[in-house]
C-alpha cells in the first residue's frame, strides 16, 4: 500500500540578487544592445529603399546586354550613400533616422551651451549644409564605432570627425550664423545662397 502522507513542499530556488556593479554593466550592455539595433534598422530601411539589382545577362529573356539594362536601372536608384545624392522617399528615411541620431546621440552629448559664438538652429535640416556635414559625421559614426574598426576606432571619429564638424557647424559665420539662438526669440532665418556672378564682359 502506497504512502499517502502529505510531504512538505520542495523548497523554492534562492532569490537572486543582481549587484550594483552587475547592474551598472547590464545597464552598459542593453545600452549597446539598442543602438546597435538601431543602427541595424537604419541599414535595412536603407537596403529597403534601394532598387533590385540587375539579373546578370545569361539569365536576361530579352537577349538585351547587361550593360544595356543596368542604365535605367543606375538612373533611378541612388548613386552614393550621402544624402544630398538620394531623393524623394530614400531622402526621407534617411533624414529621419539622421534625425533620431542627432537628437538621442549627438545632442544630449556633444550639444553644449547655445550662444552667440557657438550657435545651433533647432531646424537644422532646413540647412542643406548642415544636414550634409551631420549626415557625413553619422556615416563615420556608424563604420567607427562598430566592433571591426577596432579599439580606436571611437577615438578616431573624435578627432578626425566630431571635432572638425562641430568646428564648421557651429562657427559663428557657419551654417547657424542667422538663426536667432534666445529662447525668448524664437525666430528661424535661412541665409539666402548668393547669386553666381556674371563672368561674361559686356559687348
Known amino acids: 500500500m502506497s504512502d499517502t502522507s502529505p510531504t512538505a513542499p520542495a523548497p523554492g530556488p534562492e532569490p537572486f540578487r543582481v549587484s550594483d556593479e552587475d547592474l551598472d554593466d547590464l545597464a552598459s550592455a542593453l545600452a549597446k544592445t539598442i543602438a546597435e539595433v538601431r543602427r541595424h534598422g537604419v541599414i535595412l530601411d536603407r537596403l529597403g529603399s534601394e532598387p533590385d539589382p540587375v539579373p546578370p545577362a545569361d539569365q536576361q529573356t530579352d537577349g538585351a546586354t547587361a550593360a544595356g539594362a543596368a542604365g535605367p536601372e543606375k538612373a533611378d536608384g541612388p548613386t552614393s550613400v550621402f544624402i544630398l545624392a538620394l531623393g524623394g522617399e530614400a531622402y526621407a528615411v534617411e533624414l529621419a533616422a539622421l534625425s533620431n541620431w542627432v537628437t538621442h546621440l549627438l545632442l544630449p552629448v556633444y550639444g553644449r551651451e547655445i550662444s552667440t559664438t557657438r550657435p545651433w538652429c533647432a531646424q537644422w535640416h532646413e540647412h542643406p549644409e548642415a544636414v550634409a556635414r551631420l549626415h557625413a559625421l553619422w556615416l563615420a559614426w556608424q563604420q567607427l564605432t562598430d566592433t571591426e574598426a ?54
Open 150 to 203: 577596432g579599439l580606436a576606432g571611437p577615438s578616431t571619429w573624435h578627432r578626425d570627425h566630431l571635432d572638425q564638424a562641430l568646428v564648421h557647424l557651429r562657427a559663428p559665420d557657419g551654417p547657424f550664423a542667422a538663426c536667432t539662438t534666445s529662447p525668448t526669440r524664437p525666430n528661424h532665418r535661412v541665409l539666402t545662397t548668393p547669386a553666381p556672378q556674371e563672368s561674361g564682359v559686356a559687348a
